[in-house]
């Protein structure tokens, strides 16, 4: 079991920058591929970035390439994205997720466990 607890959220200026934050419980959490999703209203929730175990592979939807970045401190339970360059596009709510494999993914049936989101709003 993995509890995942999102924080760093809030509002922005469009051209500003955010750091997300995940913090996961238990001691396995370097066993786990990490995600950030992210659910606009009335919109599907869409793939951000994701992860590998070790963090030595990343992926990233094209919407963010080039402006979001996420890394991960497995000492510390923790995985970032770091947003840059934000738009009011990328206003959402921003949700992490683990899932028990070694590789990325993408889509949001591969993840096991979600945290309980933090809102990013962007004003232009």
């Known amino acids: 079991q993995v509890q995942l607890v999102e924080s760093g959220g809030g509002l922005v200026q469009a051209g500003g920058s955010l750091r997300l934050s995940c913090a996961a419980s238990g001691r396995t959490f370097s066993s786990y591929a990490m995600g950030w999703f992210r659910q606009a209203p009335g919109k599907e929730r869409e793939f951000v970035a994701a992860?590998?175990?070790?963090?030595?592979?990343?992926y990233y939807a094209d919407s963010v390439k080039g402006r979001f970045t996420i890394s991960r401190d497995n000492a510390k339970n923790t995985v970032y994205l770091q947003m840059n360059s934000l738009k009011p596009e990328d206003t959402a709510v921003y949700y992490c997720a683990a899932g028990l494999r070694t590789v990325v993914a993408h889509r949001d049936f591969e993840y096991d466990y979600w945290g309980q989101g933090t809102q990013v709003t962007v004003s232009s």
């Open positions: 992860i590998s175990w070790s963090g030595g592979s990343t």
